[in-house]
């Protein structure tokens, strides 16, 4: 597929006077140009959506390198299904994260959209289409849709209820986040949802392997080792105690090799308190936004950034009886996903999470680079029992989410503002289009909900479950025809 895009992007380049053209908005009415904000694994299912609406040619457009900042859909001719027949039109999307998203739509400020420079793909519109962020081709001219404008749609992760418990006024300098009345804009749920994971390096998981038993170096689902909701809980907590919460047979055990190459630095990935996947992670290990703390209390804070020091005695053994060990424990302030995934890749101690529409690579034990998801409670994100009970893998990484199996996980949420008409037609159009399960075939860890009317059931692609959009409700079944 990348040996595809990049031929013909340089085919594109050369041969195609649209896509080297300076301005894509040609031929495009305004009406039909839709400003997006909001988290970035959201992008993907937007890609699909947009090949889902039109009928000619997709051309996906990226800003910067690694296509990270922002991404621009041009649709040379809508289709039925899009409301826009036979036109031309424009999705211009600013990965902010989710609270990024929602606060300029609720609030109503302008952001800065992008002005992208670089052309993946300009193929018809066909099931494999992939929106891949790796940019393909240097065009000589830019596309000059950058613009300082108040998106019409905020695509998010979760609930913007999420933010608003967790003090959204304080969150984005200079806003004040505000409840905005029902009449003013309007909320969209139950078209699709997002799955999380905890990621570590594979120095960490070789390291977890050694302390719960498993084969050191092995990459079968039988071996993947597991942090419960408890341990990783006081890992994003506190650096008390820290290595005994992550390794705690090992820090029992003076006589295993752990305490001659004792770890000297942990680093933890944070994501910014912007982010819904930062949003989830507290909601659903430190109950962060689902607890009135005036009358029952119950919520834990999660660490500021910062290097600590953490010491470990040894206390259960005569031999090395109260050594002290000591670790450095470094929390790391994450703009984005790319940059828990490069901390990943180190070769040190390093986790985070992230949403798992971030495949985990294919494994190689001899990269020391790579990176793992491990199991939560016992339950993976990425390998299942298959019918006959054997663990097979699972490259959509959420086949057990839509079971039931695997709960890390929550509703997406979309917002528009009710007046602005053609934008509200548009968003709940591609609410329907993101809750058929058809349209979400090749994507990893986007999934579609039932309870949108529009939707289409698709097994292996639509959940089971669902929080009906209140974060801190356990998931319900509401889809009950097995197959």
């Not at 910067?64 to 991404?71: C, D, K, L, R, Y």
């Not at 990621?199 to 084969?215: F, I, N, R």
């Not at 080792?225 to 390794?247: D, E």
């Not at 639509?462 to 998931?475: A, E, L, M, V």
Request: with cysteine; proline share 4%.
């Amino acid at each position: 597929m990348t040996n595809h895009k990049i031929a013909l992007a340089v085919s594109l380049v050369f041969a195609a006077p649209f896509a080297s053209a300076a301005d894509i908005t040609t031929g495009v009415s305004a009406s039909n140009i839709f400003y997006v904000a909001g988290a970035s694994a959201q992008t993907p299912g937007l890609g699909k959506a947009v090949v889902a609406m039109c009928s000619g040619a997709v051309s996906t457009y990226v800003d910067s390198g690694t296509g990270t900042a922002g991404v621009i859909y041009k649709c040379a001719s809508g289709n039925a299904l899009s409301g826009m027949s036979g036109l031309p039109f424009i999705i211009s999307k600013l990965d902010n994260g989710s609270f990024g998203g929602h606060a300029p739509v609720m609030n109503q400020y302008a952001l800065s959209f992008p002005n992208p420079a670089l052309v993946i793909d300009g193929a018809t519109p066909a099931a494999t289409y992939q929106e891949s962020n790796v940019p393909a081709g240097t065009l000589a001219g830019t596309a000059p849709l950058s613009a300082s404008v108040i998106p019409q749609i905020s695509l998010s992760d979760v609930s913007s209820s999420l933010f608003r418990a967790r003090n959204g006024s304080t969150l984005v300098s200079g806003t004040t986040y505000r409840v905005l009345a029902d009449t003013e804009f309007a909320k969209i749920t139950g078209f699709g949802g997002q799955g999380f994971g905890v990621g570590v390096s594979e120095k960490l998981y070789k390291l977890l392997q050694a302390d719960q038993g498993l084969t050191v170096g092995a990459a079968d689902g039988a071996n993947q080792p597991s942090l419960s909701v408890t341990q990783i809980a006081g890992l994003m907590n506190s650096r008390n105690s820290y290595m005994q919460k992550l390794v705690p047979n090992l820090v029992k055990d003076s006589n295993s090799s752990i305490w001659t190459t004792w770890p000297g630095t942990i680093k933890y990935f944070k994501r910014s308190s912007t982010s819904g996947t930062q949003a989830s992670a507290e909601a659903y290990f430190l109950n962060t936004g689902c607890t009135d703390s005036a009358k029952v209390g119950g919520a834990l804070s999660v660490m500021s950034s910062g290097t600590f020091s953490d010491t470990t005695l040894n206390t259960t053994t005569s031999n090395n009886k109260g050594v002290a060990k000591t670790t450095s424990v470094v929390v790391v302030q994450a703009s984005d996903t790319g940059t828990v995934k490069n901390g990943l890749e180190l070769d040190e101690y390093t986790w985070g999470i992230m949403s798992l529409e971030n495949a985990q690579p294919a494994n190689d034990d001899t990269k020391v680079t790579d990176w793992k998801y491990i199991k939560v409670a016992g339950m993976s994100p990425t390998w299942r029992k298959n019918a006959a009970g054997t663990l097979v893998a699972d490259t959509t990484q959420k086949l057990n989410v839509l079971d039931g199996q695997y709960d890390f996980a929550y509703d997406s949420e979309m917002i528009t503002k009710a007046a602005t008409g053609t934008a509200r037609t548009f968003a709940e159009t591609l609410a329907g289009v993101l809750a058929n399960g058809n349209n979400l075939s090749t994507s990893t860890g986007v999934y579609s909900d039932p309870t949108y009317a529009t939707g289409v059931k698709v097994e292996g692609h639509t959940n089971h479950y669902t929080r009906g959009n209140i974060p801190c409700q356990k998931p319900q079944l509401t889809w009950t025809e097995f197959k």
